[in-house]
């Protein structure tokens, strides 16, 4: 079952389910999918491909359908192993992460720059260094930046808060659709896998986001 989507001709022609996932063991490249004319899908080294007349690398060449097909199955396998609910939860966790809490440590670092810098003023007022009217003037245009900075904040606050996954039915949902092979989509696999790396002699090595996974898969490595 090899998912993808079509795209305009100036995009790429399809999104695969390991879109970005995919690793050259050696060169630590990416590796990218290719058609054949046959239809065959086949995968080469972005780096040998680019730099083939170099010698760098080799072409690592494997067929994407069939290390799609094994991913699943092997993810499958595992979920079935380990327990579910803490696998919900490290979903549920590594999802809601987004960049929402660095992007609110960010404008809360730019309101406390602002409110330096009016504080810095203020001593320079008092000391003469500048005048109460260009006090004025500076204090009135950063005290508008603070206003706009506080209501970004909690712009993205509220946005954080409606798409967090709080509901752990929905993670749960999540987890049974891709048991079922109902829905696997590239931003559940995103979600589960760090990255996948193909060695020269065809090895598979698939590096997870959560321990639990990694400890399972290393156990039953065989794919």
Known sequence: MVIAQNYNRNEKKHNFLLDGLIVCYECKHKIGVRARKNGR??????????????????????NYELLEKMVIE???????????KKIEMNI????????????????????????????????????GKISEEMYDRLFNKLNGEIKQKEAEYIELKNEQVNNSYDDIENIKKMVNDFLKLEKPTPEIMKVLINRIEIHQDKQV???????????????????
């Open 74 to 84: 092997q993810i499958k396998n595992l979920f079935l192993q380990i327990d579910i």
């Open 92 to 127: 549920k966790n590594n999802i809601s992460k987004y960049d929402y809490g660095k992007m609110l440590k960010k404008i809360k670092t730019e309101i406390k720059l602002i409110n330096d810098n009016i504080d810095k003023m203020y001593v320079d007022k008092l000391n």
């Open 205 to 223: 090595d698939i590096i997870f986001n959560f321990k639990k996974l990694n400890t399972a898969y290393n156990k039953n490595k065989g794919i």
């Open 41 to 62: 899908l086949d995968m080469i080294c972005n780096n040998y491909r680019r730099n083939s007349k170099l010698g760098v690398c080799t072409s690592h060449g494997f």
